[in-house]
């Protein structure tokens, strides 16, 4: 099913309620249990998905492969890329992109390195938080963020892709979101926190993951259904903006939308949160590592 949103029925101070109630619930969490969850799981990362998903992960990840459209010369960025699990199989689909990996964990990244060597294809790799992207504007023709929007703060990290995006460039994004059916949600919360625990017992993953157990389905309930996530992307500025739900009621979704050209923009548009962030693009952007 694609769906596209027509007339919004939220506006930017809801997105900015949300993400502040999000931001309230998760920071903590956020800056301190997850990166002590994604050291300890680069080399089960792959295998821990298909286990807790039942599968699903792999059907889920081909789906959104084959939305993603390239081109010979692409320049691409995958933000949060983890172990570039999402990166090598765009590079299988069209060998001549350039792309760049970008995330906060170097052990992830390292083994992320590891698996594009042992394929014989070339990942630039950038070590750096998402909520400021080390890119100079309109740098990108694709982006893509597979699997960790829950762990971000979606008012920063959307109006900094749109920003790196080139006018046309497209950004694909791929989660599990919250249904928009009520008891398909508690069943699907309840079978996360089951899966989450079993997967991490049978990895024997870290304590610091094991805490994390309910974090996982809290994010998922505190987050977006994939109309609101539309929305969301609509707020942010983004236009042509399409989503295809999965087979299983939205608990997957892939959502992609365009940074719009100039040329298209009308001259009298309301201000949008990519806007707030343009009139602050005089930061100053800490350095990147880079590998
Ligand atoms: C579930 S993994 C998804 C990895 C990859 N996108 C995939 O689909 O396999 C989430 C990733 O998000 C990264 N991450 C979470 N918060 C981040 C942040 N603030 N900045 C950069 N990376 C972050 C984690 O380090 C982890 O590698």
Request: proline letters at 5%; aromatic letters at 10%.
């Amino acid at each position: 099913m694609v769906t596209a949103p027509c007339a919004l029925s939220h506006d930017r101070h809801w997105f900015s309620r949300r993400e502040g109630m999000r931001r309230a619930r998760f920071e903590r969490i956020w800056a301190d249990a997850v990166p002590k969850v994604f050291q300890d799981v680069p080399t089960y990362y792959r295998k821990g998905n298909i286990v807790a998903s039942l599968g699903i992960w792999e059907l889920w990840v081909w789906q959104f492969v084959r939305s993603v459209e390239l081109r010979p010369g692409s320049r691409v960025l995958d933000v949060a890329a983890g172990t570039n699990d999402l990166g090598l199989r765009l590079l299988r689909k069209q060998p001549r992109i350039a792309l760049t990996a970008i995330d906060r964990s170097a052990e992830m990244q390292a083994h992320g390195q590891t698996l594009a060597r042992r394929a014989g294809v070339r990942i630039d790799s950038v070590i750096h938080d998402v909520h400021q992207l080390p890119f100079a504007d309109d740098s990108f023709d694709v982006v893509t963020l597979q699997a960790a929007s829950r762990h971000l703060q979606l008012d920063k990290v959307l109006p900094e892709i749109r920003r790196v995006l080139r006018p046309g460039g497209v950004f694909y994004h791929c989660d599990m979101l919250k249904p928009e059916n009520r008891a398909l949600e508690w069943l699907y919360l309840r079978f996360l926190r089951l899966s989450v625990a079993w997967t991490a017992s049978m990895f024997g993953s870290s304590d610091a993951s094991r805490r994390c157990v309910s974090y996982f389905s809290d994010a998922i309930q505190a987050f977006y259904t994939p109309r609101e996530l539309s929305e969301v992307l609509a707020i942010c500025g983004f236009s042509a903006i399409r989503c295809e739900t999965s087979v299983w009621g939205g608990m997957v979704a892939f959502h992609a939308a365009q940074k719009p050209q100039p040329a298209s923009q009308p001259q009298t548009r309301e201000p949008t949160w990519a806007d707030d962030v343009d009139r602050r693009a005089a930061d100053v952007r800490p350095q990147a590592r880079r590998r």
